[in-house]
């Protein structure tokens, strides 16, 4: 029965942990690839609306603020290239809205969560007689096995919102990742065809 109950712990935990994995590996590819959209001396700190922390004004690198005490995210100011194309700003705008949503969606179940687990072991002490607090005033918890009964219903009764927002998590980094390929190969025939157009100057001058 031990045994039994501590796989099931592992496994709930365990999965729960893969959800928030997929947001933190996600936002470390997108930083790490930023630098494709070139150099900057603006900062994209109008959309951010979920953080009172802000760039300095001369930064010219994306921006990564403190966690958010609802979601646990940190928030991303994206920097604005000079001389911005449609398709950058495209990507840019995308980028941005995926960080609001992944959000909003952790600020509700993160909210949630914490709701339904302070609620399972209130009533679960109140069936044994047990307040929420000892008589010294520390808070009453419950061991390992009593709390795998509830992360194991939170994760079936969420597991079709889970699969949704991992679904619509993919379906975006995949349009990211297609829109930086875009900008990455027209920055690349750019360079090439000024290379180009300056080479015969160059050679004349000579």
Known sequence: MDVRMSSVVMKSLTTWRNLRANVSSAVKCRLCSSSSCGQSKQQDTTNNKWSNSRPAADSTHDWIGPPNPLSNLRPIVYHVPENESPLQRRLRTLRQETEDWNHQFWTKQNFTFNKEKHAFITSQLKEKG?????????????????????????????????????????????????????????????????????????????
């Open 130 to 206: 047990l307040g929420v607090r000892d008589e010294n005033g520390r808070r009453r918890s419950l061991d390992s096995e009593e709390m795998a009964k509830f992360y194991k219903n939170f994760l079936d009764e969420n597991r079709t919102r889970h699969a949704n927002y991992n679904r619509e998590w993919y379906r975006r980094n995949f349009t990211i990742t297609l829109l930086m390929a875009r900008v990455t190969l027209r920055n690349m025939w750019t360079n090439v065809r000024l290379k180009k157009t300056s080479s015969p100057s160059s050679s004349s001058s000579s």
